[in-house]
């Protein structure tokens, strides 16, 4: 019944269609909350609501989300402690560094990202973060779009090399990661730089062969 009023009221009718995009409006600069890179697309109910129908129309179950995060979502819900999905309105994963990057100079610089959780937090916590980490395949996608970021700065890279040396890119490098730190300590651009910064290979004009 519920799930019926939702698809009704909120998919099909102008009036319900300005809730959805409203829903969809809410999130940070219109990127997807579990992944952090594509723009919203659509209207993903936390809790499924074929599963759930009284949770249908709930504000706190709907979540704006990206296309391809919500076919990987699918309609499951883990009841595992260690595998319950990661809600964006209720999860507050805290400031500190969880996500970093190694540069694997013999690929050609690409960068491979893995999440390392405090040692403080607690194993069920840790197990969630990793979970949501692989089954939205968040490595290979974030790899994907640092291909692309390095493609669009080696140009600018290799010229503070030259002028600055390795030491002056360093210092470019820290930089930028903290201007991206300081939006978002765990999200992939600035896992990006620091992985940079600390890349001999990079440092010393590894940029040429990216």
């Known amino acids: 019944m519920f799930e019926e009023i939702y698809n009704q009221a909120v998919v099909d009718r102008a009036p319900g269609r300005k809730l959805y995009d409203a829903i969809k409006a809410l999130a940070a600069d219109t990127r ?4 952090g890179i594509q723009a919203v697309a659509q209207v993903d109910h936390h809790a499924p609501k074929d599963k759930f ?11 704006a989300v990206c296309g391809p995060c ?7 819900f883990d009841q595992d402690p260690t595998r319950e999905a990661i809600h ?3 999860d507050d994963f805290g400031p500190e560094r969880w996500l970093f990057a190694d540069i694997d100079h013999a690929a050609g610089g690409v960068a491979v990202f893995h999440v390392t959780p405090p040692s403080t937090w607690p194993s069920t916590k ?4 990793q979970r949501h980490f692989d089954k939205y395949h968040l490595a290979d996608r974030y790899a994907a779009e640092a291909g692309h970021a ?3 700065r080696k140009r600018k890279d290799l010229k503070t090399l ?9 210092a470019q490098l820290v930089e930028d990661a903290g201007w991206y730190a300081d939006y978002d300590p765990n999200g992939w651009q600035a896992a990006l730089m620091f992985a940079l910064s ?6 010393n004009g590894g940029m040429r062969d990216v």
């Open 53 to 63: 129908p009284l949770f249908a129309l709930t504000p706190m179950n709907l979540v």
């Open 198 to 203: 600390d890349s001999p290979w990079y440092l």
């Open 126 to 129: 840790a197990a969630r973060l």
């Open 32 to 35: 997807c909350p579990l992944c």
């Open 162 to 170: 030259e002028e600055s040396g390795c030491e002056g890119l360093r």
């Open 70 to 76: 919500n076919q990987v979502k699918s309609n499951t």
């Open 150 to 152: 390095l493609s669009m």
């Open 88 to 90: 964006p309105y209720f």
